[in-house]
Structure formats: C-alpha cells, structure tokens
C-alpha cells in the first residue's frame, strides 16, 4: 500500500493515479474538511479530466485519511513555500511530513519525496532524521512532479521521471512503481542531481521570461514590435524564446530559482537578476495602464478593469499570479485595488473588488486589462467592443487593442 501525503494540485492527481491503475493507495492530509470533501465523493480543485480520475479511483477503491498509515511506501507531497524576504525555502512541512511518517512506517519503509525542494535538503535535513529515531532501515528517495495545472493529467501519463535514491536496487523499485501509469522515460540518479533537475528545470524557463520581458521593454522604448522580432528570432533552429507577459505566477517557476539564489547568493547574480525583472513586470503592467488611461484622457482609475486572477489560463489556481501582485503593489501604496473578474473563480472571493459576473464586470468599467488567456474571454471578445483593451499577452484581434 501507498499513503500519499499531502492532497493538494500534486498530491491529490497523482494519489488518484496510482489507485486508478492498480495500485493501493490511501490519501492523508491534515486539512480535515478536504479529506471530509474527498471523502463525500468530490474533488477539491478544477482539472481538466480529474473528476474522470477521481471516479476511476474511487472505483479502484483509494481512501481519504486525516491520518499516516501503517505502511511500506510514503509519497510525501507537501507544500514548500519560501520566505519572500531571505527568498530560502520552508521545508517544515516536508520535515514534519517525514518525522510522522518514521514514527509510523513499516520496516525498510521507502519514504518518496515529490515536494519540490532546495539541493542538498534530504541529506541535510531529512537524513539526519533516520539517524535521531534509530531508523537507518528506512530507505529515501526524491521523484519530483513534473506537471503543469491545466494539463496535469496528460503530463502524468506522459512525461518523463526522475528518481533519485542512494542505490540502484531501490531506484528500480521505485521505478516499477511509478511505471504503474507513467508512459514517459523514467530516469534513475542519485538523489541530490534528482533535486538538482528540478530546481534548474524551473531556472532555465524563468531565465528565458525575464529575457523575453526584458526584451518587451526595450521594444518598447524603441516602439517596436516585440512579438514580430520574438516570431522571426524562433524560427532559427536553436532559439527558443519564450512570449513576454504580465508576470510570473505558480508554485514553480517564480519560487524554486530563489532557492539557488537564496543557497549560493554568490553564484548566482544572472539567476538573480533574471528574478528581478519577473518580479518587477507586474509593476511595469500598472505603468502601462497609467501610460493608456493618460493617452485616452482616463482619470478614473476605478474604471479600470483586470480580467484573470490564476496565475495562467483555464485553472483555478491563483497562487503567487501576477494580477494578486498588482493588487499587492496597490496596497503597498495605499490605493484602492482594481475591479477584477476570472471565470474560474466565480464562485471563489479572493478580493473584495471581484465581481462575480462578467456582464457586471464589463458594465464597471472602460478599461480592460487581460491578464490571463482563458479560453473564455476568447470567446468572448464581442462583449469587448468599445472598451479599452491592455492585452498582456498578444491575443486579442480587436483593432487599437494596446499590448505591452
């Protein structure tokens, strides 16, 4: 039997995975009324195919647990946030998570850490625990998720793994494990590369935005077209770069780099400054509201408008999303936050001045500021006639539309 711990946008797709193609899986998670949710037969986020999964699953019969189980084999899928101030990781939930676990596993239990996490945590953090309960026996390994909210469960299936542990024999293991429903290469290593990929995986495509941000700026101080030059530039075969936009947002790309920088301050200025420029886009958004509604003789910023509050197209998940850094950087300054919308989140308050109806939103104001690329507000652009569009990302086919 599998007990995964932590239920949250990882935890809970690849607990669902497992039980669905054969696996034993109990789910833990301390968040009671999520287990009493999960449980009651409902999932707990927005997910293409999810509720699918869950069926699946429940078929296969996985359970909900406030509690660790007696067992062989821990996937330990917790949060791990990062102080904004040191920008060091927070691996407590991940240190409590395991410390649990050791008081109630099995003899030569493999304890799985999905959690994404700095370099060098398990052998500094985590293996001196096996040492101070007297449980050598216990095996440690690193697989960390590789999925993308809005596709997870495509990428699930189908993309590559890496496990890290301290010896082939139990790397096999794990791996037979995981090749219960992952169709991808699954790549064995030691544990602390396995730590390594992940982190640096996340660097290189923040590293890549912040040149395409920066890029942008130039462009436009020099009123040229930023998508045109990006458009021509990709179509050498060795460059990649990715669209600029109005910020970064998840639990991945704007986070993990700062645990290099925060771990090797030193080595790390290009990282650093590329974070910067990230963190600084949101901030450049408000001055190009400021710059149109000058242009277009506005003086009532209440009649400003933010469409999207997820952090990327077609997904309820608004953690670190550029458009709560705006409203942030508003309160910061003691100005009153701008009206905002995002069909994902209807039935979800985040700000006091979200509307939960579209036509109400559009009706409030003349200035739009798109955000984020739902399919929906695609769909929608008929309803945009006659306003003022900032389109953060290049999509919208209204003429005089403003972009970055």
């Known amino acids: 039997m599998v007990n995964v711990i932590g239920l949250g946008y990882i935890g809970l797709p690849t607990a669902l995975m497992f039980a669905a193609n054969g696996v034993e899986v109990i789910g833990t998670d301390y968040n009671k009324d999520l287990v009493n949710s999960l449980n009651m037969g409902h999932t707990t986020f927005k997910e293409d195919g999810l509720d699918k999964l869950f069926s699946q699953a429940i ?20 949060p791990t946030p990062y102080d904004k101030v040191s920008k060091k990781i927070d691996a407590s939930y991940v240190i409590e998570a395991v410390k649990t676990a ?40 690193h697989a960390p998720e590789r999925i993308l909210p809005g596709n997870m469960i495509y990428e699930l299936v189908h993309n590559n793994r890496t496990i890290g542990a301290d010896s082939n024999d139990v790397a096999q293991q794990i791996k037979e494990l995981y090749a219960s429903f992952c169709q991808g290469e699954i790549v064995t290593t030691d544990i602390q590369t396995a730590e390594m990929t992940k982190v640096v995986e996340n660097t290189f495509r923040a590293v890549n935005i912040a040149f395409a941000n920066e890029l942008m700026r130039i462009c436009r101080h020099n009123n040229m077209d930023v998508y045109e030059i990006i458009r021509i530039c990709n179509m050498h075969p060795r460059v990649n770069i990715a669209s600029p936009g109005p910020g970064v947002g998840g639990h991945c790309i704007p986070i993990d780099p700062w645990f290099l920088v925060g771990d090797y301050p030193q080595l790390t200025q290009m990282i650093s400054a590329s974070l910067k420029v990230n963190e600084s886009q949101p901030d450049f958004v408000l001055e190009r509201i400021c710059q149109i509604m000058q242009e277009n003789n506005m003086t009532d910023l209440k009649r400003v ?57 559009l009706n409030s104001v003349d200035l739009v500021v798109v955000m984020t690329k739902h399919q929906h507000i695609q769909q929608h652009w008929d309803k945009l006639q006659g306003k003022i569009i900032l389109d953060c990302h290049n999509i919208c086919p209204l003429p005089n539309a403003y972009r970055l």
Do not use: M, W
């Open 59 to 78: 078929a296969a019969g996985i359970k909900f647990s406030t509690e660790y189980q007696h067992t062989h084999t821990y996937i330990i899928s917790v």
């Open 102 to 141: 050791i008081n109630v596993c099995k003899p030569n239990a493999t304890i799985i850490v999905e959690s994404t996490i700095s370099p060098g945590t398990i052998d500094k953090q985590i293996r001196p625990l096996l040492k101070q309960f007297h449980r050598e026996d216990i095996r440690l390994a």
């Open 305 to 361: 408008g933010l469409y999207g509050l997820t952090y990327k197209e077609d997904v309820d998940d608004f953690r670190e999303s550029p458009s709560l850094q705006i409203i942030e950087s508003q309160r910061k300054h003691l100005a009153e936050p701008l009206k905002c919308y995002d069909p994902f989140l209807e039935n979800h308050q985040i700000v006091a001045s979200q509307y939960a109806d579209f036509d109400e939103f």
